[in-house]
Structure formats: structure tokens, C-alpha cells
């Protein structure tokens, strides 16, 4: 088994100063230690049957997909505004410095189906909470949420809703 | 086998009038059906070692770590400018009006790895040649192009390199 956090390299003042940027590239660009990581990722689902991934823009694309494949499930596009072609359902939250919204195609959001939220890092909170109301105002069933890497320190985890399950790989 | 193209949605004047946008979301958030896609992809590789996918963002993400993950492929980011955080070798590009950037972190390129440029749709040609263009500065060895989607009227094709073996999937 690889050392996976090893491969994470640190990027300092990215992208504003005073911010150590934790840069998954040079853990994906290994093929071994990509699919490794994906394959330790299922492992957590094993028991549950997750029917669609949410995934969000747009590094929660590359981790999203190749979990996605993996499990057989089929995966959601969860993105800035303006991006998706057809009808969208939105959330708008707050920033430090102002607001963001989220969009998500009407018809990838249907109850009957198992959603597990993903993004490849949990920092603050903001933006999967956001991916969590989204999902909860078109009534979807939510199994959880996954990262990769998660940054403890930041305490995203206790602005998630309670009760649901959290997984993160990597921890901070 | 799951008539793949039946399920690929195609929305009116998006992103702008006239253009008839061909949308895999309605394909990828069917879990059987992407996976059968992937699988279909990696089935032309499976003479060939492909060591690391060239992902073009952001939809290319999506499929292009779907099929690393599939291949025991790693996944190299191409992105626009600034969204990097290390050190970047770029190309400049001609749209149809201006121009556009793409990177890759520079590291992420090595000659003595088998690279495949992969992007969800090809159309004018214009990205993935500036993508060819960008691995071609550091050396690196190109096995060829990956399109879930090929517009053929568009004759992309004729734009890319000469002697590359150019692979799509659902052609329209």
C-alpha cells in the first residue's frame, strides 16, 4: 500500500498568501496510488449500495467519476452557475466575502436513488453543505459524503448536518 | 449494450443561438450506461499501455478519470490559467474570437510516459491541439486522441496531427 499522503504535495500562499494548498496532482498523475486511493474510497461503501455520485465542480469531477465507475454508479454534475445546459435547481451561500451559488440539472436529482456527496477536499464546509440543501430540496435520499482529503483543523465536518456519515481518505 | 447515444440529451441555442449542444449528463448519471462507456473506450487501449491520461477541463475530467482509473492509467490536469497551483508550462491558443491559455503542471509531462489527450467532445479541434501542443514542449510521448463525443461536421479531425490515432466513441 502506498503512503498516499506522502504523494500530496504543499503548495504555499495558493492561491492567496497565508493559505498551504494541499495539491492532489501529484498523487493522480500515479496510476498505482490514483486507484489505490479510489479502490480504499469503495471499500468504505462495500455495504450500501450508492446509486449516483454528486460531484462537485471541478476537482470532485476527477475523484467523483473514477469512484463512480468503480461502484457502478452514475454520476452528477454539481456546478457554478450558468454552466449546465438544461433546467437547474440552485443554492446561493455565503463566502467569507460575499455570496456563491451551485447549480444542479432538475432531472439528475430524484428521490428513489442513493446520493452520496463528493467533493476532493473538505475545508470549511461551505460549499457541501450548499451540495447537501441542494440535493435535500428535490427530496434525494443522501447516504453520505466523501473526500479525499479533509483539513481538520478547519472544522468543516461540524457544519455538516448531524447523522449523516462523513468519510474522508486523508486527514489534516 | 445500452444504445449510449439515445441517451445523450440535445439542448437548443446553448451556450449561445445556434448551437445545439449535445449534453452527456443525461448519459453519465446512469450508472450502467457510463460505465458501459468507459469499458467501451478502454476496450481500444487494450493493446496498448497507456501510462497517464491528459484530462482537458472540466467535463473531460469526468471521463478521463473514469478510464485512468479503468486502464491503472494516472490522470494529468489541463487547465485554464491560473488554476494551478505549481509550476506550469503553457500554450496560447486561437478562438474564434481572442484567445485562450491552457496549462499543466510542469511535472505532471515527462517523456518515458505514454500520454493520451482526452476531452468529453470534440468539435473545431482547437483545445486538443493546443493540448497536443502542450505535452509536445516537454517531450512527452502521445499515444493519441479520446472523445466521448465527435461532431464529425465540424472536421476537428483535420486539425490534429497527422499519423495519431484519433478515437471516439458516439460520432454525430
Redesign the interface.
Known sequence: MTNLKKLI?N?KD??VKGIL?R?I??L????????EA?DAMAKHYRNEKI??IA?V???G???G??L??????????IRKKGK???KTVSVRYKLEYGYDSIEA?T??ISPGYNYLILDDLLATGGTSLAAWKLLEKKKAKIAGFAFLVELTDLNGRKKLPKNIDIFSLIKY
Open positions: 504535495r503548495v495558493f492561491p494548498f495539491d496532482t501529484t493522480i498523475k500515479n496510476g498505482k496510488a490514483f486507484r479510489i446509486d449516483r460531484c465542480e471541478a476537482r469531477f476527477i475523484v467519476s473514477a463512480a465507475y468503480k461502484l457502478g454508479a452514475g454520476v452528477v454534475l449546465l445546459p438544461s440539472h432531472d439528475s
